[in-house]
């Protein structure tokens, strides 16, 4: 079936918004090979996460039954994005559809399944409504997709509670140390960072109680860093970057801010000038993003953290065929 402007809009549009997304450097994009779908990207950190989508148009009936069982099937994806023009036929289908799965052994797969519902007036011909379109599908898509596939699942709530530990930058270093070197014991972590070991065990207690930690253990003792506390890595990383001046351009990168402005890190509101460092010249923070700077500010003086480099643009595999 021949695609609309409307589909090709679509689709082309939430490929967009990933790989602007990715100018954040908070992980790595490369565009897929489409097969069976009408999108396909690759998303990259310390792991990849394979995102294939599908724009429901025109077509309906059968061929949302015929959408969601090539996306339940295939094996080799991490997120099924579903673009669907928003009527109640569509949307019966779609329950229909979904249900009839939850019964099947591939049930579990639903759960990859993201949908995002676009105004059945939306026409491509308007420069107006499409850019109202990539905005409100920019919105959606880092919400839900990228905060909670790309970034752990991480939300404004885990950043103020970090923010608030009033150990200014240890948070940051157990994170780096258990991630660099994983975890014996509260004694050989207390040793490593030279903090006493009532620090280290109420820290470590905050860190997996946010879900920053996990551990394989119902009485702990063994931790890891989960996908969110990597997350926040990245993210302190690049505030570290903010605060030396080497952001961006101008030290200014709006994707990485518009991120940072879903989990409430509002970073330009604070000068990379400020004093943040504890001492005899401390001020009383209480905003949490200020709290937040002064975590990579003063775990960036101490030394403690190994601060994870940029993730940048891979190359397409039609450009390494090409190469």
Known sequence: MASSAEHDFLSSAALQI??????????????????????SCDLKRDWSKVVVGQTL?????????????????????????????????????????TQSHLTTP?????SRLRVFWVPSDFKAS?????????????????????????????NSQ????????????????ILSHVKKSGYRNISHTAKMLGVNTASIRSEVDRL??????????????????????????????????????NLGNENVNEDFQHICGLLGIHYPSIPNSA???????????????????????????????????PYFKLPSPSEIAGS
Not at 218 to 227: A, I, N, R
Request: overall charge negative.
């Open 106 to 110: 591939m049930r579990n797969r639903l």
């Open 126 to 154: 308007d420069p107006a409504a499409c850019q109202a379109i990539y905005d409100f599908l920019r919105e959606e898509i880092s919400r839900d997709l990228l905060l909670h596939v790309v970034l752990g699942g991480l």
């Open 57 to 97: 148009w025109k077509h309906g009936g059968d061929g949302i039954e015929k959408d969601l069982r090539t996306f339940i099937n295939e094996n080799d994806i991490d997120v099924a994005v579903y673009i669907a023009r928003h009527e109640s036929r569509h949307r019966a289908r779609l329950a229909e559809v």
């Open 208 to 245: 997996f109680i946010l879900g920053f930690l996990s551990s394989g253990s119902l009485q702990g003792g063994e931790f890891e860093v989960t996908d969110s506390g990597q997350a926040v890595l990245d993210i302190c990383a690049r505030l570290r970057d903010y605060l030396h001046g």
């Open 275 to 309: 004093q943040l460092l504890i001492g005899e010249g401390r001020v009383d923070l209480q905003d949490p993003t200020a709290l937040l700077l002064q975590h990579v500010a003063q775990a960036d003086a101490d030394g403690w953290v190994e601060w994870p480099a």
């Open 158 to 173: 885990d950043i103020t509670r970090l923010a608030a530990s009033t150990r200014p930058g240890l948070p940051l270093a």
């Open 18 to 39: 990933m790989e602007s997304a990715s100018k954040s450097t908070l992980f790595g994009y490369t565009e897929g090979q489409r097969k069976l779908f009408d999108f």
